[in-house]
């Protein structure tokens, strides 16, 4: 079983930044790819950006979904088993609950149904 838990959510104004954390537990050595969604009242979650690290399948890499390329940046630290998203240039668009979610997949998805772990999401309010 894989653990997570998301933290760094709160309210911030159009054009701020915001950074969110999130720690995995548990059987870390199973999972290759980790990423975040996020999902706005009424919506579908949605995929905001992937990080799959190195291993027998290859070097990994990053992905970022259009509407946040080049505002918001993914990155991991693999010896802490954490994972982050940088976001800056805060939009009221962007407003959701942001969730942390964990794949054994070794290729990029941005399904949310490919992925067996999630955390309990982290608010994030972009408002004046």
């Known amino acids: 079983q894989v653990q997570l838990l998301e933290s760094g959510g709160g309210l911030v104004q159009p054009g701020g930044s915001l950074t969110l954390s999130c720690a995995a537990s548990g059987r870390t050595e199973s999972i290759y790819t980790m990423a975040w969604f996020r999902q706005a009242p009424g919506k579908d979650r949605e995929f905001v950006a992937s990080?799959?690290?190195?291993?027998?399948?290859?070097?990994?890499?990053?992905s970022h979904a259009n509407s946040v390329k080049d505002r918001f940046t993914i990155s991991r630290d693999n010896a802490k088993n954490m994972v982050y998203l940088q976001m800056n240039s805060l939009k009221p668009e962007d407003t959701g609950v942001y969730y942390c979610?964990?794949?054994?997949?070794?290729?990029?998805?941005?399904?949310?149904?490919?992925?067996?772990?999630w955390g309990q999401g982290t608010q994030v309010t972009v408002s004046s």
């Open positions: 990080f799959i690290r190195s291993g027998p399948s290859g070097s990994g890499g990053r």
């Open positions: 979610s964990a794949s054994p997949r070794t290729s990029t998805t941005v399904v949310s149904s490919d992925y067996e772990y």
